[in-house]
């Protein structure tokens, strides 16, 4: 299965990501954590793209671009991925799909989940993340046991710094700017579904398998 799920900042791309790679067997790709990660580490790369994380911006595309193609290099990215908050603009949907025919194989499907932009700031908010496991939980719809602390790993949980308000106001206006025109680009190659992203994880996750139903019947048959 080769799957991309967009949608709009704290619509539950990396919640469904985490739960689908952990039913399917396949690796999560997500760009921002890849983004993250170099601005961890220091490198030429992630100190050029966290100042315009920092505001919310796109990151450029050659930047998002090499990333992406390091992380497909890795042997696990073989055999289906799926891919959270990339692409991103209608020119990385391009590039993935030129790289993707240069190898001889397609996406399956385009999961957009949907979501209204108020309940994007009670999502974002509340999110706290495991600094050591990245399992992800929120304060209020999805709180760990004890607080601060991650369920499965015990590691410390924190809070993005792209997640303050005023952050997020503009992470929203480009997802509409940038982001959104992608859904009538892979609705016109006939990929995709929009998912309703409102009630609880499991909900929503039973409709996104509803939505990629046929498609991953085909892929486990090919
Ligand atoms: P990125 O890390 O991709 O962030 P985003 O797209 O803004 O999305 P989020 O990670 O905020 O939300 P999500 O949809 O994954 O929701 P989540 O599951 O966490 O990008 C960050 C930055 O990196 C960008 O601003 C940009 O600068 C750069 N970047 C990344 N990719 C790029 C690219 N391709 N090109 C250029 N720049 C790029 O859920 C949110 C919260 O809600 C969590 O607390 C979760 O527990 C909770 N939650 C989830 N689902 C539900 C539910 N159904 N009910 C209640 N709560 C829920």
Redesign the pocket.
């Known amino acids: 299965m080769r799957l991309v799920l967009l949608?709009?900042?704290?619509?539950?791309?990396?919640?469904?990501?985490q739960a689908l790679s952990a039913l399917w067997g396949i690796p999560q790709i997500?760009?921002?954590?890849l983004?993250?990660a170099a601005v961890r580490e220091g490198s030429e790369l992630g100190r050029e793209?966290s100042s315009?994380?920092e505001r919310?911006?796109?990151?450029p595309?050659e930047l998002?671009l090499k990333l992406i193609a390091e992380r497909f290099r890795k042997k696990d990215a073989r055999d289906g991925f799926i891919l959270?908050?990339?692409?991103?603009?209608v020119s990385?949907a391009e590039a993935l799909a030129a790289r993707l025919e240069r190898a001889g194989l397609k996406l399956d499907k385009v999961v957009a989940?949907m979501l209204p932009d108020e309940e994007i700031v009670n999502?974002?908010s509340?999110?706290?993340t495991c600094k050591k496991c990245a399992a992800?939980?929120?304060v209020v719809?999805?709180p760990p046991a004890k607080a601060g602390v991650c369920d499965k790993c015990g590691g410390e949980l924190y809070q993005?710094e792209?997640?303050a308000e005023g952050t997020v106001r503009e992470?929203i206006k480009?997802?509409h700017a940038m982001t959104q025109p992608l859904l009538d680009h892979y609705g016109r190659l006939e990929m995709l579904a929009k998912v309703d992203?409102?009630?609880?994880?499991d909900?929503?996750e039973k409709r996104v398998l509803a939505a990629v139903g046929e498609a991953a019947e085909q892929s486990a048959r090919s």
């Open positions: 949608g709009p900042p704290g619509a539950g791309k990396g919640t469904q990501a997500a760009s921002g954590d983004l993250r793209a315009y994380m919310g911006q796109l990151v595309d998002v959270d908050g990339f692409p991103r603009n990385q989940l999502r974002i509340g999110r706290r992800m939980y929120h719809f999805e993005r792209d997640d992470r480009v997802y992203g409102m009630g609880r994880p909900e929503v």
